[in-house]
């Protein structure tokens, strides 16, 4: 079956701009996460959605960011007053959620690189 | 705290094996994953530990200590393909149960 995938592959925008970022999660899987990736880091948790709730979103840099997953599979990440350092990879992962914690892996989508001008 | 180290860069000849060692800090432990990254695409799920002792998967071969807090990739028969970033990756209970906290990655370039 198909994987996770994320539109739009890369989005460049204006300072100041507002963005969305969408997240299609493997079908059936209960849990989604959102990544952040900047150059030469590994990728670093925002959010974590079980089902149509947000289960812990201590990773949201600050108010600016939110995610939404209204029906429990696609999910969309907001930023509103882009900066330029919000420019990074935004990674969109999900796992079957349904499992013990041993085996519940997480699979990423390709990501969208966002460049803040 | 939270830590997760490992080597920035590695290098190896094509055919050989290679050694690539993370260690961890964590409040709480519930497996470490590790992960290949090739540049510009996804991370890709490669082998998960939650119980110390040496699990082995084709080429690649993942190994646990949990008293030590460390663990390490083993990739044998070395291919070109395998230049990749590998990501060391350890689910943390004190940080909440799903969440997945990653070292930096080694970049590992295969040459001739």
């Known amino acids: 079956g198909a994987g996770v995938s994320q539109t739009p592959s890369n989005k460049v925008t204006e300072k100041g701009k507002y963005v969305e970022l969408r997240c299609d999660p493997i079908?059936?899987?209960?849990?989604l996460y959102w990544y952040r990736q900047s150059l030469g880091q590994g990728p670093e948790f925002l959010i974590y959605?079980?089902?149509?709730?947000?289960?812990?979103d201590s990773g949201l840099p600050n108010d600016r960011f939110f995610a939404v997953r209204p029906e429990g599979s696609v999910s969309t990440l907001k930023i509103q007053r882009t900066e330029r350092g919000d420019s990074a990879v935004y990674l969109c992962?999900?796992?079957?959620?349904?499992?013990?914690?041993?085996?519940?892996?997480?699979?990423f989508g390709p990501g969208t690189r966002l460049t803040v001008l | 705290g939270q830590n997760i180290d490992q080597p920035t860069e590695m290098t190896a000849t094509e055919g050989a094996i290679v050694q690539i060692n993370c260690t961890y800090q964590?409040?709480?432990?519930?497996?470490l994953f590790w992960y290949q990254q090739h540049a510009g695409e996804a991370p890709t799920f490669l082998s998960y530990n939650v119980l110390d002792g040496l699990e082995e998967k084709g080429r690649f071969s993942s190994f646990l200590s949990r008293s030590k807090g460390y663990s390490y990739l083993l990739l044998k028969e070395l291919q070109m393909k395998d230049s990749a970033s590998y990501l060391c990756a350890v689910r943390d209970t004190a940080g909440g149960y799903n969440k997945l906290i990653f070292g930096a990655g080694t970049r590992l370039a295969v040459h001739p």
């Open positions: 964590t409040s709480g432990f519930n497996g």
């Open positions: 959605f079980q089902g149509t709730g947000a289960a812990d």
């Open positions: 992962a999900s796992s079957p959620g349904d499992r013990g914690p041993g085996t519940d892996t997480q699979y």
């Open positions: 079908s059936g899987h209960t849990a």
